[in-house]
């Protein structure tokens, strides 16, 4: 009886975890480097949802893509868009069969956490101005003060103009700042060998703006109104207007490559920007399928997908109605809903990467690498599988099969957030799971989610491209 090679069965019979850069031939690797170099300069133009959805009908249009709006009727082959409420980007690529089998979808979110300001935001304290905010999304405090801030959004004057605020960003703009205090006096004692400093609170996350006061005595808040002098001649904006504004304060730091190597990204708002690009550029570059691929930049994942340019808004529905009326002429909801549940979809959003200094937050098996490429998360959500739309086992073992077939797209396999009962989180996957979509979430690993920066691969960001644009043309 011939002697077993346990060898190459292990390998026949065992999961074999690859690292990106050690699978592929330096052709791929530098198109691994080049294509990191547009999302850089798009992560840039994009720390807020508007900007996002600006810049990306930016590149749908070089890429032939129409506004939906002025088109009679669609064919295979044909591209068009839809804006919702300036925080929602929907294209379609139209497939060669009709709408009603179902389409392809990509759904990130374009929306990251940050510092709102608050409807009522600007007052002075011991000769200093002040912008209060409210942190958006879920941040851990203490990472935000001093540290350089940006200004970006839009102030809505009572005369109906919309002004365009993006201060802090260029090197000879001023910059914003939340102080902190200082280690000296700070002293709380110790617990567990670690010194206990003081927690920072959210309603110390206070941008501070300036401190020349105007020369009058008779005012009493003399540096509050020199800001507001400030904001009225530059920009034509009363205390009033801000309460109507649309201002958020974000790290002004650029996009810029990390390591000796330039193997890794750091940058802003990577969760979910990551996603979005490549869910977006996997579209542009995709070939015309049997089946219509849209891709779906979502709003407010952060807080919860509450509001009307959220996954639960019907902009959905809306969007694939009249998608439906344009390519197979029906345009009714039930038919809508016949066409979800025979459509296929990843939730295209971000998962933690196992970090090596804090492996014990993790179940490693269970858990993505950076450098290993895309990650598919069979299910997110918190102890129990709550909050989650579980993939089913099918979807799951189409898609590996389907990523199978290119050797350059690497990918690695996980389940939840973290510890069971320790970790968890939540994404948009269960609201088009509730749509009876078939979905599943797949997306890039990173180190220090929702940080002002935060920290991806290339070779991730480049695997995620390759199966976003391989699963929109099966």
Not at 24 to 41: H, I, L, R, V
Not at 149 to 164: F, M, S, T
Not at 331 to 343: A, C
Not at 400 to 423: E, H, P, R
Request: with cysteine; charged share 30%.
């Amino acid at each position: 009886m011939p002697k077993t090679n346990y060898k190459n069965l292990e390998k026949k019979l065992t999961l074999q975890k690859r690292n990106a850069w050690e699978v592929w031939d330096d052709k791929t690797k530098q198109s691994a480097f080049k294509f990191s170099e547009g999302y850089k300069k798009f992560l840039n133009q994009s720390k807020t949802e508007r900007e996002a959805v600006a810049a990306s009908i930016e590149l749908a249009k070089q890429a032939g893509f129409k506004d939906m709006a002025g088109v009679k009727s669609l064919k295979a082959g044909d591209k068009v868009y839809a804006v919702n409420r300036g925080k929602n980007l929907f294209l379609a690529k139209v497939g060669k069969k009709p709408l009603a089998q179902g389409f392809n979808m990509l759904m990130p979110h374009i929306d990251s956490p940050h510092l709102d300001l608050k409807v009522m935001p600007l007052y002075e304290d011991e000769n200093l101005a002040f912008l209060k905010t409210h942190y958006y999304g879920g941040i851990k405090k203490y990472q935000w003060p001093t540290i350089a801030l940006a200004l970006r959004g839009q102030v809505y004057l009572e005369n109906g103009k919309k002004v365009e605020i993006n201060i802090g960003e260029k090197d000879s703009d001023p910059v914003f700042m939340i102080t902190d205090l200082l280690p000296h006096v700070d002293r709380h004692g110790a617990t567990d060998s670690r010194v206990k400093s003081k927690e920072v609170l959210g309603e110390e996350l206070n941008l501070v703006v300036g401190s020349i006061p105007v020369k009058d005595e008779k005012i009493k808040e003399k540096v509050k109104l020199a800001v507001l002098e400030y904001l009225w001649n530059e920009y034509g904006i009363k205390e009033v207007d801000l309460a109507s504004a649309e201002l958020r304060a974000v790290p002004c730091e650029k996009a810029r490559d990390l390591g000796f190597d330039r193997s890794l990204i750091s940058a802003f708002g990577q969760d979910d920007l990551v996603c979005a690009y490549t869910a977006l550029t996997g579209a542009l570059d995709s070939r015309v399928g049997d089946k219509t691929q849209i891709i779906a930049m979502v709003d407010r994942e952060e807080i919860g997908s509450t509001g009307n340019t959220s996954v639960n808004s019907n902009f959905l529905e809306t969007f694939v109605s009249d998608l439906s009326e344009l390519v197979d002429g029906e345009d009714d909801l039930d038919q809508v809903y016949k066409i979800f549940s025979k459509s296929r979809a990843i939730s295209a959003d971000v998962t933690a990467g196992l970090d090596p200094d804090y492996k014990d937050a993790f179940d490693v098996r269970n858990t993505c690498r950076l450098g290993f490429g895309l990650a598919i998360e069979k299910y997110t959500g918190h102890g129990g599988k709550l909050g989650t739309s579980d993939a089913s086992g099918e979807f799951l073992r189409e898609l590996m099969t389907l990523f199978n077939k290119n050797k350059a797209i690497v990918y690695q396999l996980a389940g939840g957030l973290g510890k069971i009962d320790k970790g968890g989180g939540g994404t948009i996957a269960k609201y088009l799971a509730n749509r009876n979509l078939e979905v599943i979430d797949a997306g890039v690993p990173l180190f220090n989610m929702h940080a002002p920066l935060e920290i991806s691969s290339k070779a991730d960001v480049f695997c995620v491209y390759l199966a976003y644009k391989a699963f929109l043309e099966n």
